[in-house]
């Protein structure tokens, strides 16, 4: 399939989303876990912040040694305790496991199914977005709320960002696939709320995974889905 990503603007928020009625829709998910823990700093980073903290340093007034003593004894009692930093690399990450959220713990991870989908000859699974085929809904997002949902059985642990959809891409015929015709694909955003893991159903297999990783499942739309997708 020939795909054709074309930007958004606020002329897509109509009712007809800009299209004919004999043109199909289809309504997917970008489903992304934010990082839960701060990326790990760049060595030239980590160097430059350390420079500017003993450079400044040196010219910061000394203070009385009964103030340190002050201000060293007000942290101690009973109620400190030891703390410890959370491992930044999980037993999923050892064991490349995607099907599991508890993995790449620093950036963002995306939902992919495999199976059927529309647009995909002779009904072959493939990887894909959580969507759907517009189908009279009262809106689109209702529409792709609807896509999730089968997925997730339900949207309580779910935040869609948005009204409208971020990007869209015109999907046109290969050679060999004449008779599906060429149909619209747009994309609305969803997080994960505080969710550490889902019940992924209606799909033969699925995966987490990070941008990068992503474009190992579509090969020929990586550069389509690396400008639309920001992490």
């Given at each position: 399939?020939q795909e ?7 002329s897509l928020?109509?009712r007809?989303?800009?299209?004919s009625?004999?043109d199909?829709?289809v ?9 839960v823990?701060?990326e790990?700093?760049d060595?030239i980073?980590?160097a ?9 340093n040196?010219f910061?007034?000394?203070?009385p040694?009964k ?13 400190q305790i030891?703390?410890k930093?959370?491992?930044?690399i999980?037993?999923?990450?050892k064991?490349n ?19 059927n ?6 009904q ?22 609807s ?10 642990d ?8 971020f990007?869209?891409m015109?999907v ?11 149909f ?7 997080q ?9 159903g ?5 995966v987490?995974v ?7 499942y ?5 550069e ?8």
């Amino acid at each position: 399939m020939q795909e054709l990503l074309k930007p958004l603007s606020r002329s897509l928020l109509t009712r007809s989303y800009c299209t004919s009625k004999s043109d199909t829709i289809v309504a997917a998910v970008l489903f992304e876990r934010l990082p839960v823990v701060v990326e790990k700093i760049d060595p030239i980073v980590y160097a430059f912040e350390e420079f500017s903290f003993r450079w400044n340093n040196q010219f910061r007034r000394k203070l009385p040694d009964k103030v340190l003593e002050k201000s060293d004894a007000r942290g101690k009692g009973d109620y400190q305790i030891d703390y410890k930093p959370a491992q930044r690399i999980t037993e999923a990450d050892k064991t490349n496991n995607r099907r599991s959220l508890q993995r790449a713990l620093d950036r963002r991870l995306y939902l992919l199914l495999f199976g059927n989908t529309y647009g995909v000859p002779s009904q072959k699974p493939v990887w894909h977005f959580p969507e759907k085929v517009y189908n009279n809904e009262e809106t689109l997002r209702k529409c792709a709320e609807s896509a999730l949902k089968s997925v997730l059985g339900d949207l309580t642990d779910t935040y869609f960002v948005g009204n409208a959809p971020f990007a869209h891409m015109v999907v046109e015929p290969a050679e060999n696939t004449r008779d599906i015709p060429t149909f619209k694909r747009f994309f609305f955003k969803s997080q994960v709320i505080a969710q550490p893991k889902f019940d992924i159903g209606k799909c033969e297999d699925y995966v987490w995974v990070t941008k990068d990783e992503l474009m190992e499942y579509f090969p020929e739309q990586g550069e389509v889905y690396k400008n639309i997708i920001i992490s």
